[in-house]
């Protein structure tokens, strides 16, 4: 039985398992017919269709199905389940049973469907460009392989990390039968400085899994918890348990100190923003105050006299609940100083409690994997003969002081297996296409380490083949099925036979989880290394290297709808920026827009060409660089977007940079002009305590409803509403794409964009806190708005055909056969959640194909108005069920798209007829007003107002800085 968690569905019949035959035999089948689904009045698809010889068992026509299965990054799991809807992948949703999940997605995970029907995936295996066959590459593969006669020297194999077990399996496998080869591991963002700094702080490398939710002081010194590192939805939504509208506690106290802005230090109680030399300095003081043995003293930059009343009041307050507390240390931050929050844990009695260590989920990619530069040294130094570069880039991503291009030409035979024909495919003699995830067999362990299975949901469309596919011809296994190779490798690990087995399998594809794989937590003991503080050198200018929000290290750059994201704290599209801080743009003389170029201060003639962006939330002396963009062969979509951030990467050292205006100008895109509330309480903030003493502060002042014009209308059976927690949102976007991904939204391109023509149904407007209220100024307040669905909507009354209408239960539908195009209702709508859609976007290079498309959600054409609907064709289909059963539907059956989709539950819908349902109780939180409701549209959407909780005397001392008192 398909696992289903997340929208109600018919029960299937027969038997519907995930690898029986007449599922693999409709897969089969799917693999000759893609277009099976087509757009809503556009006629049928020009491709021949292939019917059905005998229906699959368990498919029933018009009824979804659910299939658990697990997407990678960097290495680690995280579980999701996959809406098929006739055989087609259209939709991702969170696994409830994962615990990296539990039941929330990331936007990347969301954008994943879009990256499985994209056209311009490698399609074919390739020899020097030219077109080849799998059969010509085995034989390649096989001839001439003079390391196999010398033990395997002369072979090398580069990855990214890998926590797979069947994988690793493999790569052991092929290690033993060729002892001289050698596997290389790579990753842009992770250097190894976690895994040395857990040897250098217990002597054996460790994970430090967090439980945020047994947190009263978190402490994050340049890590963005919220949103980077495996685990970060789990973290997100255990952090915001303390600060939930329904139950709200606000004893949870979150400091961030960091380079660069992120979704932590957006909605941290405090936030300061240093260079990351400083904030080590901050760090080791603080241990000193602590009374960690063997600090050494250190002085107070004078650019820090505000980290002296953190360092007092971080003092304070850890002292005051030690065991009750936990610090994080970000990559930007020294080996030595990472160690030294290892035993800052130990130290306050947090080990074990709010920070458990575990055995390293990628100890063995750590152990066995040499890394990148030594592979490029033997490259220069001819002695590789063959290099397999499996699912990984490093001619784009590889650090530019390794000249991985040019070294690569020295190989005899380099082979690439990818998704896509990139940079490394073109410069490799052989690319060969993968397999994406939801068409292949496969496993993964989460951040916690618990294993799960990477389940196909449908045959490879271009003929990509499974990630063990090269070292199988490697190990002669080439009889044996990606399938096969997950099974047997599990079966020996559960030490189980027959229907017992049969049994555990079958529970593990269907939970999406393998039950009693996690790690257990390791007995540790600090190592009596001493440790020796870094240098605390203040460089000219430092380049922080950081993920984009949008499109990662560049995997996803061809992605349409994550480019169109707005990113989460500017609201930038289709681009990249190089971010600085207002001195440290005054002093390089420059401004938003101007072309800078940076040039590593040393002989590496390291540079690139970057726009600026000026920001007074990043620290001085740094300049902050996306990477994943200025891609050269991502796809029609990525190519030419932003600069390439790796021209400036080294492979061991932090580079000085200088910088120089060339005098251009260059013109960002991003969908929110204005970030201030001007004086309107559009987001109402408190402290703790003015909230205790007038927990109805977000709605005093607003008068009653007046009388109204429009005719009462009664709601006898579903009367459906909406509350958004404004306290729990952390503001990622991933609301954002869950809601294109369910509802068939265009991607309009930068250009539309640029005119204020995004399409996206609901959007998270960021503010900042009014000067003298109870938040500072280095806080972020942000407001996921859709349609508000107001009882007295302002846009039905103006539209001259009736296409924006009130329906029986509350919904305001707009029918878009009906809608000639006047945009009335988008004038009278007050909240500007409607959108136009001025042009067809069907037929573009950035279209959503046709068998991607959700069949239940009309495909709109342009010249149509098209708004958040709340998911009416999930409520209709949940309500079709519940008939069936002859019962009402339950709180909890209908799930939106974008309340599905949110790590911290912010969002809650459902009958507002019942008085037991989550969104009513939510709705009685004091802390709930509506938005704008002096306009007495009274919407169905409401919100809670934003309770802080500081420090009066830190507060203080922040404003002073600021200027803010």
Request: aromatic share 6%; hydrophobic share 40%; with cysteine.
């Given at each position: 039985?398909?696992?289903?968690?997340?929208?109600?569905?018919?029960?299937?019949?027969?038997?519907?398992?995930?690898?029986?035959?007449?599922?693999?035999?409709?897969?089969?089948?799917?693999?000759?017919?893609?277009?099976?689904?087509?757009?809503?009045?556009?006629?049928?698809?020009?491709?021949?269709?292939?019917?059905?010889?005998?229906?699959?068992?368990?498919?029933?026509?018009?009824h979804?199905?659910?299939?658990?299965?697990?997407?990678?990054?960097?290495?680690?799991?995280?579980?999701?389940?996959?809406?098929?809807?006739?055989?087609?992948?259209?939709k991702?949703?969170?696994?409830?049973?994962?615990?990296?999940?539990?039941?929330?997605?990331?936007?990347?995970?969301?954008?994943?469907?879009?990256?499985?029907?994209?056209?311009?995936?490698?399609?074919?295996?390739?020899?020097?460009?030219?077109?080849?066959?799998?059969?010509?590459?085995?034989?390649?593969?096989?001839?001439?392989?003079?390391?196999?006669?010398?033990?395997?020297?002369?072979?090398?194999?580069?990855?990214?990390?890998?926590?797979?077990?069947?994988?690793?399996?493999q790569?052991?496998?092929?290690?033993?039968?060729?002892?001289?080869?050698?596997?290389?591991?790579?990753?842009?963002?992770?250097?190894?400085?976690?895994?040395?700094?857990?040897?250098?702080?217990?002597?054996?490398?460790?994970?430090?899994?967090?439980?945020l939710?047994?947190?009263?002081t978190?402490?994050?010194l340049?890590?963005?918890?919220?949103a980077?590192?495996?685990?970060?939805?789990?973290?997100?939504?255990?952090?915001?348990?303390?600060?939930?509208?329904?139950?709200?506690?606000?004893?949870?106290?979150?400091?961030?100190?960091?380079?660069?802005?992120?979704?932590?230090?957006?909605?941290?109680?405090?936030?300061?923003?240093?260079?990351?030399?400083?904030?080590?300095?901050?760090?080791?003081?603080?241990?000193a105050?602590?009374?960690?043995?063997?600090?050494?003293?250190?002085?107070?930059?004078?650019?820090?006299?505000?980290?002296?009343?953190?360092?007092?009041?971080?003092?304070?307050?850890?002292?005051?609940?030690?065991?009750?507390?936990?610090?994080?240390?970000?990559?930007?931050?020294?080996?030595?100083?990472?160690?030294?929050?290892?035993?800052l844990?130990?130290?306050?009695?947090?080990?074990?409690?709010?920070?458990?260590?575990?055995?390293?989920?990628?100890?063995?990619?750590?152990?066995l994997?040499?890394?990148?530069?030594?592979?490029?040294?033997?490259?220069?130094?001819?002695?590789?003969?063959?290099?397999?570069?499996?699912?990984?880039?490093?001619?784009?991503?590889?650090?530019?002081?390794?000249h991985?291009?040019?070294?690569?030409?020295?190989?005899?035979?380099?082979?690439?297996?990818g998704?896509?024909?990139?940079?490394?495919?073109?410069?490799?003699?052989?690319?060969?296409?993968?397999?994406?995830?939801?068409?292949?067999?496969?496993?993964?362990?989460?951040?916690?380490?618990?294993?799960?299975?990477?389940?196909?949901?449908?045959?490879?469309?271009?003929?990509?083949?499974?990630?063990?596919?090269?070292?199988?011809?490697?190990?002669?296994?080439?009889?044996?099925?990606?399938?096969?190779?997950?099974?047997?490798?599990?079966?020996?690990?559960?030490?189980?036979?027959?229907?017992?087995?049969?049994?555990?399998?079958?529970?593990?594809?269907?939970?999406?989880?393998?039950a009693?794989?996690?790690?257990?937590?390791?007995?540790?003991?600090?190592?009596?290394?001493?440790l020796?503080?870094?240098?605390?050198?203040?460089?000219?200018?430092?380049?922080v290297?950081?993920?984009?929000?949008?499109v990662?290290?560049?995997?996803?750059?061809?992605?349409?709808?994550?480019?169109?994201?707005?990113?989460?704290?500017?609201?930038?599209?289709?681009?990249?920026?190089?971010?600085?801080g207002?001195?440290?743009?005054?002093?390089?003389?420059?401004?938003?827009?101007?072309?800078?170029?940076?040039?590593?201060?040393?002989?590496?003639?390291?540079?690139?060409?970057?726009?600026?962006?000026?920001?007074?939330?990043?620290a001085?002396?740094?300049?902050?660089?996306?990477?994943?963009?200025?891609?050269?062969?991502?796809?029609?979509?990525?190519?030419?977007?932003g600069?390439?951030?790796?021209?400036?990467?080294?492979?061991?050292?932090?580079?000085?940079?200088?910088?120089?205006?060339?005098?251009?100008?260059?013109?960002?895109?991003?969908?929110?002009?204005?970030?201030?509330?001007?004086?309107?309480?559009?987001?109402?903030?408190?402290?703790?305590?003015?909230?205790?003493?007038?927990p109805?502060?977000?709605?005093?002042?607003?008068?009653?409803p007046?009388?109204?014009?429009?005719?009462?209308?009664?709601?006898?059976?579903?009367?459906?509403?909406?509350?958004?927690?404004?306290?729990?949102?952390?503001?990622?976007?991933?609301?954002?794409?869950?809601?294109?991904?369910?509802?068939?939204?265009?991607?309009?391109?930068?250009?539309?964009?640029?005119r204020?023509?995004?399409?996206?149904?609901?959007?998270v407007?960021?503010?900042?806190?009014?000067?003298?209220?109870?938040?500072?100024?280095?806080?972020?307040?942000?407001?996921?708005?859709?349609?508000?669905?107001?009882?007295?909507?302002?846009?039905?009354?103006?539209?001259?055909?009736?296409?924006?209408?009130?329906?029986?239960?509350?919904?305001?539908?707009?029918?878009?056969?009906r809608?000639?195009?006047t945009?009335?209702?988008?004038?009278?709508?007050?909240?500007?959640?409607?959108?136009?859609?001025?042009?067809?976007?069907?037929?573009?290079?950035?279209?959503?194909?046709?068998?991607?498309?959700?069949?239940?959600?009309?495909?709109?054409?342009?010249?149509?108005?098209?708004?958040?609907?709340?998911?009416?064709?999930?409520?209709?289909?949940?309500?079709?069920?519940?008939e069936?059963?002859?019962?009402?539907?339950?709180?909890?059956?209908v799930?939106?798209?974008?309340?599905?989709?949110?790590?911290?539950?912010?969002?809650?819908?459902?009958?507002?007829?019942?008085?037991?349902?989550?969104?009513v109780?939510?709705?009685?939180?004091?802390?709930?007003?509506?938005?704008?409701?002096?306009?007495?549209?009274r919407?169905?959407?409401?919100?809670?107002?934003?309770?802080?909780?500081?420090?009066?005397?830190?507060?203080?001392?922040?404003?002073?800085?600021?200027?803010?008192?």
């Amino acid at each position: 039985m398909p696992t289903r968690h997340t929208i109600p569905i018919h029960p299937t019949q027969g038997d519907d398992e995930p690898d029986s035959p007449g599922r693999r035999h409709f897969m089969r089948w799917m693999a000759a017919s893609v277009a099976l689904g087509s757009a809503a009045c556009s006629g049928p698809p020009a491709e021949k269709i292939v019917p059905y010889v005998h229906m699959p068992e368990g498919l029933t026509p018009g009824h979804p199905t659910f299939y658990a299965t697990t997407l990678t990054r960097h290495g680690y799991g995280c579980g999701v389940l996959v809406e098929s809807n006739m055989g087609r992948p259209t939709k991702v949703e969170g696994n409830p049973r994962h615990p990296a999940s539990l039941g929330a997605t990331s936007p990347f995970s969301q954008a994943a469907i879009l990256q499985l029907w994209d056209p311009d995936r490698s399609q074919m295996p390739r020899r020097g460009g030219t077109p080849a066959s799998w059969d010509a590459f085995e034989a390649a593969l096989a001839e001439g392989a003079r390391w196999r006669q010398a033990g395997g020297a002369g072979l090398r194999l580069l990855t990214g990390p890998i926590s797979a077990p069947t994988q690793l399996d493999q790569v052991r496998r092929l290690l033993d039968r060729y002892p001289k080869a050698v596997w290389h591991s790579y990753d842009p963002l992770d250097n190894g400085s976690a895994m040395r700094a857990a040897l250098l702080a217990f002597g054996r490398p460790l994970d430090m899994v967090l439980h945020l939710e047994h947190a009263e002081t978190i402490v994050a010194l340049d890590a963005d918890v919220f949103a980077s590192g495996p685990g970060h939805l789990r973290h997100a939504r255990d952090a915001m348990t303390d600060r939930r509208a329904s139950a709200p506690r606000f004893t949870r106290r979150l400091y961030v100190a960091e380079s660069t802005e992120g979704l932590t230090g957006a909605v941290a109680d405090h936030r300061i923003a240093l260079a990351p030399h400083e904030i080590e300095r901050l760090t080791w003081r603080l241990a000193a105050k602590l009374g960690v043995p063997g600090m050494p003293a250190l002085t107070v930059s004078a650019s820090t006299r505000l980290a002296v009343a953190w360092e007092d009041h971080l003092t304070e307050r850890l002292r005051a609940a030690p065991q009750a507390a936990v610090l994080v240390a970000g990559p930007t931050l020294s080996v030595q100083t990472q160690a030294l929050v290892h035993r800052l844990n130990v130290h306050l009695g947090a080990m074990g409690h709010t920070v458990v260590p575990i055995e390293s989920v990628l100890a063995d990619t750590h152990q066995l994997a040499r890394p990148l530069p030594e592979l490029a040294d033997a490259m220069h130094g001819n002695d590789v003969d063959t290099l397999l570069m499996l699912d990984c880039n490093p001619v784009y991503d590889a650090p530019a002081d390794l000249h991985f291009a040019e070294a690569l030409k020295t190989v005899r035979l380099p082979v690439h297996h990818g998704l896509y024909y990139d940079e490394t495919g073109q410069a490799s003699v052989w690319h060969v296409p993968l397999a994406h995830p939801f068409e292949q067999w496969g496993d993964a362990r989460a951040w916690d380490g618990t294993a799960s299975i990477v389940q196909p949901l449908i045959a490879p469309l271009y003929g990509g083949r499974h990630i063990h596919a090269v070292p199988a011809m490697l190990l002669r296994q080439t009889d044996q099925s990606d399938h096969d190779l997950v099974r047997q490798y599990w079966q020996r690990r559960l030490d189980v036979t027959g229907v017992k087995f049969e049994a555990a399998w079958r529970t593990a594809l269907q939970d999406g989880v393998i039950a009693g794989t996690a790690s257990s937590a390791a007995s540790v003991q600090p190592s009596t290394t001493l440790l020796v503080s870094p240098r605390f050198d203040t460089p000219s200018l430092r380049p922080v290297f950081v993920e984009d929000p949008a499109v990662g290290i560049g995997e996803f750059s061809n992605n349409g709808w994550l480019q169109e994201l707005p990113r989460p704290l500017t609201g930038l599209t289709w681009d990249n920026a190089a971010y600085l801080g207002p001195a440290t743009a005054r002093k390089l003389d420059v401004r938003t827009g101007d072309v800078v170029r940076f040039t590593a201060a040393d002989a590496s003639t390291l540079s690139i060409l970057a726009p600026v962006w000026v920001s007074d939330r990043q620290a001085e002396g740094v300049v902050v660089l996306p990477l994943g963009y200025g891609r050269g062969a991502a796809g029609r979509v990525g190519n030419g977007v932003g600069f390439s951030a790796y021209g400036l990467m080294r492979a061991s050292t932090v580079p000085t940079l200088t910088a120089t205006a060339v005098g251009r100008r260059h013109l960002f895109v991003h969908t929110q002009q204005n970030n201030e509330m001007e004086g309107r309480s559009i987001i109402p903030v408190a402290s703790v305590a003015q909230f205790r003493g007038d927990p109805r502060f977000a709605s005093a002042g607003v008068k009653a409803p007046e009388a109204s014009l429009y005719p009462p209308w009664p709601y006898p059976n579903y009367k459906w509403g909406m509350a958004i927690d404004l306290n729990s949102c952390i503001g990622c976007g991933a609301c954002t794409i869950a809601c294109q991904a369910e509802n068939n939204i265009p991607v309009v391109g930068k250009d539309q964009v640029m005119r204020g023509r995004a399409m996206h149904w609901i959007r998270v407007d960021r503010y900042r806190p009014e000067p003298g209220t109870a938040a500072s100024r280095q806080r972020l307040l942000f407001q996921p708005v859709p349609c508000m669905h107001c009882e007295d909507a302002p846009c039905e009354l103006v539209c001259p055909v009736g296409a924006t209408v009130h329906d029986s239960e509350g919904l305001n539908v707009q029918v878009y056969n009906r809608c000639v195009g006047t945009r009335f209702c988008s004038n009278n709508c007050p909240y500007k959640v409607r959108r136009f859609n001025f042009l067809d976007h069907l037929d573009t290079a950035l279209a959503r194909p046709a068998p991607a498309q959700n069949p239940d959600v009309t495909v709109r054409r342009g010249g149509v108005m098209e708004k958040c609907t709340y998911c009416l064709q999930r409520i209709t289909r949940a309500r079709l069920a519940a008939e069936e059963l002859r019962r009402p539907l339950r709180d909890g059956e209908v799930v939106t798209a974008c309340q599905g989709a949110c790590p911290t539950q912010a969002i809650t819908f459902g009958n507002l007829n019942d008085a037991d349902s989550a969104v009513v109780r939510a709705k009685a939180s004091p802390l709930d007003y509506g938005l704008l409701a002096n306009l007495n549209t009274r919407p169905r959407t409401s919100y809670a107002a934003v309770v802080v909780n500081r420090d009066e005397d830190l507060a203080r001392a922040e404003a002073q800085e600021q200027g803010d008192a």
